[in-house]
C-alpha cells in the first residue's frame, strides 16, 4: 500500500493562496475583517516610525493585508512570506494598484531563518495573521524578528491564545487536542497543522527573552470565533450592533480577564537602544 504523503505547511500556504487573493475571501466575513483591522490597527498606528526613510516589513504576508493601508499613506515596505504562490499574489496584487514603486522587496523566506534580511534593517516589523503561531519554532522567529528590527524599533504580532484553543476544543469535544492545548501550547489542526498557542504572559516572556522590551499585549477578537460562527457574522452585519461590538472591544482590549478568553491576542515589543 501506498504512504500518502502529508502536506508540508508551505505546500499548504501554497494552496491556500489562489482563495487568499480571490475575492470570494475579500467578501467573506467582510465585517470580522473590519472588526479584527481596526483592533489591529489601534496597536500598529502610535508605533508608525516618520514616513521619511523609513522601511516596513510585512512577514507572513499572506497575499498582501497591511500593505494596502500603509503603501498609499507613503510608506516603504518589504513583503515576506514563506509561500512563494502568496508572494506572487502579493506582486500581482501591490502592482495592480500601482503601488509597485512604494514595495521595494518581496521575500520568499521562513519567519525562523531571515537570515537574508539584515539587522537592524527595519523600522517597524508587523507579522500578523499569526505567522508566529503558524511556523515550526516561535523561539527562533521572535529572536529573528528581534534581529532585524533596528533599536527603537517595534514588532506587532499576534497569536492564537492557549486557553481559549483549549476551551475551542472542549466544544469540539476534541479533548486530545484540549489536552495539547493545556499541556504543551501545541494543538493539530484539521489541517494537519501544527498550531502554537500562547497565554499573554507567555507571549511577554517569548517576546522579553529575546530582548525585547515594553511588551504590551492586547485582546483583538475577544469573544469571537476565528472564523466566526454564523450567528456572529449576523450580528456584525447589523451596523449599530457592529459599532457597539467594536467600541466594547476597544474598551476591554487590555483587561487581563478578556485577554484570557480571546481567540487571538497581539503583542507589540520594542527594541532598546541607541536609535
Ligand atoms: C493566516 S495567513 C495570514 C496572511 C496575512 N498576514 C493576513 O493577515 O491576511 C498566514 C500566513 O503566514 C504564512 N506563514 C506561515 N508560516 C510561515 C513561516 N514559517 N514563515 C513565513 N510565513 C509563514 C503563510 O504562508 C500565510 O501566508
Redesign the pocket.
Known amino acids: 500500500m501506498t504512504a500518502i504523503k502529508s502536506k508540508t505547511?508551505?505546500e499548504?500556504?501554497?494552496e491556500?493562496?489562489g482563495f487568499?487573493a480571490s475575492d470570494e475571501r475579500r467578501q467573506q466575513h467582510r465585517r470580522m475583517t473590519d472588526l479584527?483591522e481596526t483592533s489591529c490597527w489601534r496597536y500598529i498606528e502610535p508605533v508608525l516610525p516618520p514616513k521619511e526613510g523609513s522601511l516596513i516589513l510585512?512577514?507572513?504576508?499572506?497575499?498582501?493585508?497591511?500593505v494596502y493601508h500603509l503603501a498609499p499613506m507613503g510608506y516603504r515596505m518589504e513583503l515576506?512570506?514563506?509561500?512563494a504562490e502568496?508572494i506572487q499574489h502579493a506582486e500581482t496584487h501591490v502592482t495592480r494598484q500601482g503601488l509597485g514603486g512604494l514595495v521595494l522587496g518581496y521575500h520568499v523566506?521562513?519567519?525562523?531563518d531571515m537570515s537574508a534580511l539584515p539587522d537592524n534593517g527595519y523600522d517597524l516589523v508587523?507579522?500578523?495573521?499569526?505567522?508566529l503561531s503558524?511556523?515550526?519554532d516561535p523561539v527562533k522567529?521572535a529572536g529573528e524578528m528581534f534581529r532585524i528590527v533596528r533599536p527603537g524599533g517595534h514588532v506587532v504580532c499576534d497569536a492564537m491564545n492557549r486557553h481559549r484553543t483549549a476551551l475551542d476544543m472542549a466544544r469540539k469535544k476534541n479533548m486530545t487536542q484540549m489536552f495539547n492545548a493545556l499541556n504543551t501550547g501545541r494543538v493539530v489542526a484539521d489541517s494537519g497543522l501544527t498550531h502554537h498557542c500562547f497565554s499573554p504572559d507567555e507571549l511577554v516572556s517569548l517576546f522579553a527573552d529575546e530582548g525585547f522590551d515594553a511588551c504590551r499585549t492586547a485582546a483583538i477578537t475577544p469573544f469571537f470565533d476565528v472564523p466566526p460562527s454564523r450567528e456572529q457574522v449576523a450580528i456584525l452585519d447589523d451596523d449599530t450592533l457592529f459599532n457597539q461590538v467594536s467600541n466594547i472591544f476597544q474598551a476591554v482590549s487590555e483587561d487581563p480577564g478578556v485577554m484570557a478568553v480571546s481567540s487571538r491576542l497581539l503583542i507589540v515589543g520594542q527594541k532598546q537602544g541607541p536609535v
Not at 58 to 66: Q, V
Open positions: 505547511p508551505r499548504y500556504w501554497d491556500k493562496a487568499f479584527y510585512e512577514a507572513g504576508c499572506g497575499t498582501g493585508r497591511w515576506l512570506d514563506f509561500s502568496m523566506r521562513d519567519l525562523c508587523l507579522a500578523l495573521g499569526m505567522p503558524l511556523c515550526s522567529a
